[in-house]
Nanobody
Framework: QLQLVESGGGLVQPGGSLRLSCAAPGFTLDYYAIGWFRQAPGKEREGVSCISRSAGTTYIADSVKGRFTISRDNAKNTVYLQMNSLKPEDTAIYYC??????????????????WGKGTLVTVSS
């Protein structure tokens, strides 16, 4: 059973940056596309970004395009979400999820096979 662990969340001022990490201690992420999702209080879960197994395919939601970047380091078995120019509306719990898929990535929550427990990002002055 793949277990995903997110880290890097916290409190940041508007305009600031955070880098989230998604790791799977004791497992390899080589066979999985990884997606980042977020859920703000009172709102539905939203897909933010995804990356394929080889990192050859990435997708960024329009709401964060130009501010967020996804990457992965398979040697370190970690996927990152670099978040710049953060806004208060980015406040949410951020989850990473894994889908065992051969190529590409799909930012569809119901397609994901495994989920982490989330990390809270709060953007506030």
């Amino acid at each position: 059973q793949l277990q995903l662990v997110e880290s890097g969340g916290g409190l940041v001022q508007p305009g600031g940056s955070l880098r989230l990490s998604c790791a799977a201690p004791g497992f390899t992420l080589d066979y999985y596309a990884i997606g980042w999702f977020r859920q703000a209080p009172g709102k539905e879960r939203e897909g933010v970004s995804c990356i394929s197994r080889s990192a050859g395919t990435t997708y960024i939601a329009d709401s964060v395009k130009g501010r967020f970047t996804i990457s992965r380091d398979n040697a370190k078995n970690t996927v990152y979400l670099q978040m710049n120019s953060l806004k208060p509306e980015d406040t949410a719990i951020y989850y990473c999820a894994a889908e065992r898929i051969v190529g590409g990535c799909r930012l569809r929550a119901n397609a994901m096979d495994y989920w982490g427990k989330g990390t809270l990002v709060t953007v506030s002055s």
